[in-house]
């Protein structure tokens, strides 16, 4: 299935994009989440397990084992974030 994983704040800066298309298998959060640490370097840096990051599917706050969905959006951000 293909996404739109957004990223905010520290987690863009470390990771160095905004946005990006993922293609991927995983059907939970929490398997997007280990797949994209697998790349290592900076994802493995930013989003990794024990680290606090609060997580989005469209819009709306999520768990890990939330489910999704082919053309979805997932958004990865700090805990606090603000302006």
């Not at 739109?4 to 929490?30: N, Q």
């Not at 797949?35 to 930013?46: D, F, H, K, N, Q």
Request: hydrophobic letters at 45%; glycine letters at 12%.
């Amino acid at each position: 299935m293909k996404l739109t994983v957004k990223y905010f704040a520290a987690v863009r800066e470390a990771i160095g994009t905004g946005a990006e298309a993922v293609e991927t298998s995983a059907a939970s959060l929490g398997a997007l989440r280990d797949e994209l640490i697998a790349r290592g370097g900076a994802y493995a840096s930013a989003l990794a397990r024990g680290k606090s990051v609060r997580v989005a599917i469209d819009q709306v706050m999520s768990d890990e084992t939330a489910p999704l969905r082919d053309g979805g959006e997932v958004a990865f951000f700090p805990p606090v974030t603000g302006g």
